[in-house]
């Protein structure tokens, strides 16, 4: 199985500051065939099922804010807020589906400082 | 837009079986994408169960193969996991999601419903 890290388990930032969440993949995510990372980002607000943010590693779902954007490539991920609104309080959570099981990383909270 | 609903009892008792469906809307549960259940422990995190493709070829996490099942029903446009042998360990809200565009990665979820193991 791939084992997927996030750093770290819970952040607080400043209204409007940047927030960077980590997540590294026991072994690379990145598929020679097509140069694409299978590694997304999701989103999870209380009581609510995830939301899928960014795919591809870097590829922001639609109706995403453009303030949410994700990089890196082969076993190191990055997803930056780059200007933190109150409405992004939640757990984050990063997902590789390059092979099965499809794991996830153990999440990071995110809160308001 | 495609709407996913669980469906199933919220009490199994220990060494029982859980059995919940999705029921899928604003879309056929016949085309190419993969289905999939994922599960959340109270307060923890998630963790992905496995997933069916229209054709019904299956892929289940290793930790937990021998005890699932998932299964689709093209005649009522839903699909469903069995899981036997139910201990207090899978006690979790337990989601059904699809994937965005036949690629893995998950656009579409359900609600989620919480199963609970207990005698």
């Known amino acids: 199985d791939i084992v997927m890290t996030q750093s770290p388990d819970s952040l607080a930032v400043s209204l409007g500051e940047r927030a960077t969440i980590n997540c590294k993949s026991s072994q690379s995510v990145l598929y020679s065939s097509n140069n694409l990372n299978y590694l997304a980002w999701y989103q999870q607000k209380p009581g609510r099922p995830p939301k899928l943010l960014i795919y591809?590693?870097?590829t922001r779902e639609s109706g995403v804010p453009d303030r949410f954007s994700g990089s890196g490539s082969g076993t190191d991920f990055t997803l930056t807020i780059s200007s933190l609104q109150a409405e992004d309080v939640a757990v984050y959570y990063c997902q590789q589906y390059y092979s099965t099981p499809r794991t996830f990383g153990q999440g990071t909270k995110l809160e308001i400082k | 837009q495609v709407q996913l609903q669980e469906s199933g009892p919220g009490l199994v008792k220990p060494s029982g079986t859980l059995s919940l469906t999705c029921a899928v809307s604003g879309g056929s549960i016949s085309s190419s994408y993969w289905w999939t259940w994922v599960r959340q422990p109270p307060g923890k995190g998630l963790e992905w169960i496995g997933e069916?493709?229209?054709?019904?070829?299956?892929n289940y996490n290793p930790s937990l193969k021998s005890r699932i099942t998932i299964s689709v029903d093209k005649s009522k446009n839903q699909f469903s996991l069995k899981l036997s042998s139910v201990t207090a360990a899978d006690t979790a809200v337990y989601y059904c999601?699809?994937?965005?565009?036949?690629?893995?990665?998950?656009?579409?979820w359900g609600q989620g419903t919480l199963v609970t193991v207990s005698s």
């Open positions: 999601a699809r994937d965005a565009s036949g690629t893995y990665f998950l656009g579409y």
């Open positions: 591809w590693a870097s």
């Open positions: 069916i493709y229209h054709s019904g070829f299956t």
